[in-house]
Each structure stands twice: as structure tokens, then as C-alpha cells.
């Protein structure tokens, strides 16, 4: 498998098409190639790897690690400023080896309280019952993680954009926070991708994807990524291999070719998102939207400072749970679906689907009522997706 060192003058559009592999004469292949062998033929070399506990460097077994992964692990690596990148089989998987390799056992996590569902199941329904003690704090104010600081604590956890009410973390005042306190930071990226956020160069330790949303781009696999330093993800290779989450090759290589038009196709998201968040706002079943280019949201002077675009998510909020509900069914291009980050138009109904297992006071702390509808804006034309919601709205009025 080519391997090579990136030009530094080369954009972030360009690394998603070159940063991962480029062919040469010897390995002529301009598309890196699938490997699919589950092991591999062992030599003196291979031995004297192991030996030397050197492993995750050793093409032995495809748990371990795989020629494919290992392209595409360089290209995300390149994208986010990284030493390192791993991927896993999922990005829950990813996040589960991420906190068992850095958290201390028995330590507390500190992890913001606008978090997606299923990270919050996590932390609460599999760490809390292993010894970590979970504390919330509100990402909305850093402070909160000041107060929420203590001698014990070795992780905080933050997405860079909150699932799903688009919350912008002040990523360089919470790393301050956290570092004067002894702990690493953990941010969950999958909302900003490289293209709009590298939290690395904020001074986070460790940056994670869903990579089934935008980096896939595609809605056609599932997949993880951790992204940080050598040091630190070592012993979260070693919880890769342990647990066995690591990514299947013919993932690897859908991945692989869905970062080729990142750059591209998140423009288009953006665009497509500031568009209809526009339109929502003026409409007048809309209760409120959130997105963070509308100088309305809380985020918006954060977001103006640290993200390129301001991303392909828009919420809004109807009068109730059933007006919800009638929109998502109405609706004739968007899609009904859960995920995010594909090239369709998807929504989805927070109360309903990714915070459901809440209850309804949890819910109303983070700010999601009933009626909120997540929109994961495509690459469809912003001017259809324009009449699909606005005949969607219109025929409240009507029911």
C-alpha cells in the first residue's frame, strides 16, 4: 500500500482526494486498493515488531489493523492536523474505546448535558455502572465546566456542535478549563467534520466522528473514526483490539471514497441549511429555528468565530409533538429517517427518536420540547427542499 507525505501547502479539499494515498510505480493503483484477507503471512520482520510490543505497527490480523484501514486512517489523520487516526466498526464503538483509553477507572467524566441520546446512554447506562462518576456541565456556558472541575476528574466530553439543538462549545475556553484541571478533552466532531472545525488545533486530545454521517456522505455504511496523538491512541488501539470494533475493509473503502468529496459536498450542506433556516424563520407555524448562521441563535458569535460555515443542520419547533409529527409525514422529498450527514434530506423528531429513553423534564433542561424537528439539509436544489417544507407548514394551518 503507497504511502506519502502530503504537500503543506495543499488545501483541506485537496487532502480529501490526496491525503490518504497517491499511486506510484511500484504501486500503481490510483484508487487504494480493498484488502480483504482477515489475516496475513508472518515474517522475521512482523516477529521482531511484536516483539518489541509494537503490534498496532505489524500486519498480522485484520482486528489489529488492515492495509485498507490504514489508508484511509492517514487520510482522516491528515484532515483533522492529527498524528494519528483510528477507525472503528461504529461510532459508538469508537467513543466506548476512546473513554476506556483515556478516563481513569473510577474517575469521574465530565460530559456536557447537550449531548446526542445514544452518548448519553452510554455514559450513563454503561460507564456510571463500571465505577466512572458522570457530572454535567452545560456547554452553552464554560463556566459551568469550571464549577464542574475537581481533582478527580479525567475526561471532559463535548460534541463541537450539540445534537441536536446546535449548540457551538467555545472549544479553546473549555480545553483551558480542562487542562489547568488535569484532563484531557474529548470532542465529538461528527456535526463540523475537518471541513468546517479541526479541534486539534483548539488543543483537544481527542477528536471523534460518527463516520457514518458526513465523512461516508452517503447513508451506505457504518463506521468511527478517533483522531488525536500517537501516546493517546495507543491505548485506545489496544481497546480496539480488545473488544473487536474495528472496521470492516469494504467500510473502510466506502469511507475512503466518501472523504474524496467532503470538501464539496459540505458547502453544499451549509448553503442548503442557511437557505431553509431563512425560510423556517419567516414562516409562521415556526415557533423558533436553530441554526447558527440566524443572529438569533445563542451560538451565533461562536460559531462566527470558530467554525468556517456555520453547517448542514437546521432544528426548528412547531407547536406540539403532533404538529411534529404531521410535518414529518407530509413532507414529499425530505425523508423520515434517523442519521445525518448523507446527500438526502433527512428528519428526524428528537423527542421521538434520539432522546426518547429521556424524560420529559431532562428533555425541556437541554431545550428539546415536542414539537422539534432535526433537519439534516442534503445536496438536493435549497429552492425544492423550500416548497417541501414550506407546503409541510402550510398544511397545519389546514388540519
Known amino acids: 500500500m503507497s504511502q ?34 482477515s489475516t496475513f503471512l508472518q515474517d522475521e520482520t512482523t516477529y521482531a515488531k511484536i516483539a ?11 482486528r489489529y ?27 459508538m464503538a469508537a ?15 465530565v460530559a456536557s448535558k447537550q449531548l446526542y441520546g445514544g452518548t448519553r446512554d452510554l455514559l450513563l447506562g ?47 475556553r473549555i480545553v483551558a478549563l480542562a487542562h489547568a484541571g488535569g484532563a484531557k478533552v474529548l470532542v465529538d466532531a461528527t456535526f463540523v467534520t475537518p471541513i468546517l472545525e479541526r479541534p486539534i488545533e483548539h ?27 500517537r501516546t493517546e491512541l495507543d491505548t485506545v488501539w489496544t481497546w480496539r483490539k480488545r473488544a473487536g470494533g474495528c472496521l470492516d475493509p469494504e467500510a473502510a473503502f466506502l469511507l475512503a471514497r466518501g472523504l474524496k468529496t467532503l470538501a464539496i459536498r459540505m458547502r453544499a450542506h451549509c448553503e442548503g441549511a442557511a437557505h431553509l433556516a431563512g425560510v423556517l424563520a419567516g414562516h409562521p ?15 451565533h458569535s461562536v460559531a462566527a468565530r470558530l467554525l468556517e460555515l456555520p453547517g448542514g443542520m437546521v432544528s426548528f419547533e412547531v407547536a406540539s409533538g403532533e404538529a411534529a409529527l404531521t410535518i414529518a409525514r407530509s413532507l414529499t422529498l425530505a425523508l423520515d429517517a434517523p442519521s445525518l450527514g448523507g446527500v438526502e434530506t433527512l428528519v428526524s423528531l428528537p423527542a421521538f427518536m434520539s ?17 422539534l424537528v432535526r433537519v439534516s439539509v442534503g445536496i438536493e436544489d435549497p429552492r425544492d427542499l423550500e416548497r417541501d417544507f414550506v407546503q409541510a407548514l402550510d398544511g397545519l394551518g389546514e388540519s
Not at 466506548?96 to 467524566?109: C, E, F, K, M
Not at 464549577?147 to 446546535?166: F, K, Y
Not at 407555524?285 to 451560538?299: D, E, F
Open 4 to 37: 506519502h507525505t502530503p504537500d503543506p501547502k495543499w488545501s483541506v479539499a485537496t487532502l480529501c482526494v490526496h491525503g490518504g494515498h497517491r499511486p506510484t510505480p511500484e504501486a500503481p493503483d490510483v484508487v487504494a486498493p480493498t484488502s480483504r484477507s
Open 52 to 62: 518489541a510490543g509494537r503490534t498496532a505497527e505489524a500486519l498480522v490480523y485484520t
Open 65 to 91: 489493523g488492515n492495509p485498507t484501514l490504514d489508508s484511509v486512517e492517514r487520510s482522516l489523520a491528515v484532515l483533522e492536523g492529527a498524528e494519528r487516526a483510528l477507525v472503528f466498526a461504529s461510532g
Open 95 to 109: 467513543l466506548h474505546a476512546a473513554v476506556l483509553g483515556t478516563a481513569r477507572t473510577g474517575s469521574t467524566i
Open 126 to 172: 454503561g460507564f456510571s455502572e463500571l465505577g466512572f462518576v458522570i457530572r454535567e456541565f452545560d456547554v452553552a456556558d464554560p463556566e459551568s465546566l469550571a464549577r464542574a472541575m475537581s481533582a478527580d476528574v479525567s475526561l471532559v466530553l463535548c460534541e463541537s456542535v450539540s445534537n441536536p439543538t446546535l449548540v457551538v462549545a467555545d472549544l479553546p
Open 203 to 229: 488543543g483537544v486530545d481527542l477528536v471523534m466522528h460518527s463516520a457514518t454521517k458526513y465523512l461516508g456522505g452517503h447513508s451506505d455504511l457504518i463506521a468511527g473514526v478517533i483522531c488525536g496523538g
Open 285 to 299: 407555524r415556526v415557533v423558533r429555528v436553530l441554526h447558527p448562521a440566524l443572529p438569533s441563535h445563542p451560538s
Open 355 to 371: 432522546h426518547v429513553h429521556l424524560t420529559e423534564e431532562e428533555r425541556l433542561a437541554v431545550g428539546i420540547r415536542a414539537g
